[in-house]
């Protein structure tokens, strides 16, 4: 079958990575924008990593999504998640 007339939705495993921009990853997490560049600059608190291209940078998706996982708690304080294992007993 040429590439083409493939289904992009059936090649999920040679699509690239999505990458989010700080304006992206900055309304998701509920924070400003300079609160990501400065943390990038200072490279201080924790926070997701990110990719650099040029002068732009990106984080994955993948990345925001296990680091928000790392920091997931139940209302008892304990940790939701061990954060080793991506999906546990699945």
Not at 16 to 42: F, H, N
Not at 49 to 69: C, K, N
Request: overall charge positive; some cysteine.
């Amino acid at each position: 079958m040429k590439t083409s007339d493939q289904n992009p939705a059936d090649t999920t495993a040679d699509a690239p990575e999505k990458l989010l921009t700080t304006d992206a990853v900055a309304a998701w997490l509920g924070i400003q924008r300079c609160t990501l560049e400065k943390a990038r600059s200072t490279r201080l608190g924790d926070f997701p990593p990110f990719i650099r291209i040029g002068r732009a940078v990106r984080y994955r998706l993948t990345d925001v999504e296990q680091w928000l996982l790392a920091h997931a708690f139940n209302t008892d304080g304990s940790r939701a998640h061990s954060g080793n294992a991506k999906h546990q007993g699945q």
